[in-house]
């Protein structure tokens, strides 16, 4: 079983994941600086360039995530990341995460790296089970996850407050029993 300190490069139809590092500065913080972004992610802070930047230059080094970027295979840019993180080995779990930015949205890269990337931790890493938390107002995620195979489990009410309202998370998941789903709806 491959361990989470090899860092693959993943290669689909649409797009290709590779590690994420520190070349992937100035699309990080453009997706970041997005607006958009900030709300369906829920960031109320921002970090510095100099964070930011050592943040991409130690990705490669961590024993138990894995981070890469989402590469667009019409383009050949760098459009997004996608994660596992969280791990817990005597679960044989993960958290799930992605973000694309503007330039990359909407034409199905999302889907694609989400399957790409819960198939490697399922199949390589050997991961039981991945989870996610997407807000209530991020209906696009949602049927992304679950065209990836992504199922609600539940609800957590009230998880994050943004722009004076309160906004539920909901919780995603996908188990090593379940895997591979069937193809996109
Ligand atoms: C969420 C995200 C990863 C999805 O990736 P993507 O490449 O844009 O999505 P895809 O094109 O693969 O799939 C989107 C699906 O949602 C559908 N969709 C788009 N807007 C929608 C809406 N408002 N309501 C319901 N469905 C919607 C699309 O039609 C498509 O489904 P289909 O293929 O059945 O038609 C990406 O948009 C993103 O990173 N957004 C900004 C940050 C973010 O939301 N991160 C996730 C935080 S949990």
Not at 35 to 63: C, F
Not at 86 to 100: A, G, K, Q, V
Request: aromatic share 8%; net charge negative.
């Amino acid at each position: 079983m491959t361990d989470f300190s090899y860092k693959p490069t993943l290669t689909g139809e649409l797009v290709v994941l590779r590690p994420l590092g520190e070349q992937d500065f100035p699309m990080m913080k453009a997706a970041m600086d997005d607006p958009e972004v900030a709300k369906l992610t829920g960031s109320h802070g921002t970090i510095s360039d100099e964070k930011a930047l050592e943040w991409l230059r130690t990705r490669k080094d961590q024993p138990d995530r894995l981070d890469l970027a989402i590469v667009d295979k019409a383009s050949g840019e760098a459009v997004g990341e996608v994660v596992l993180n969280e791990y817990d080995p005597d679960n044989r779990s993960c958290n799930f995460r992605i973000l694309i930015g503007p330039a990359g949205r909407n034409r199905g890269l999302g889907t694609e790296a989400t399957r790409l990337i819960v198939g490697y931790g399922i199949e390589r890493l050997g991961l039981h089970r991945i989870s996610l938390g997407v807000y209530a107002f991020n209906p696009r995620a949602q049927r992304a996850y679950e065209k990836a195979g992504f199922v609600v489990e539940g609800r957590l009410r009230d998880e994050l407050y943004w722009d004076g309202e309160w906004v539920d998370s909901i919780v995603m998941s996908v188990l090593e029993t379940e895997w591979p789903v069937s193809s996109p709806m």
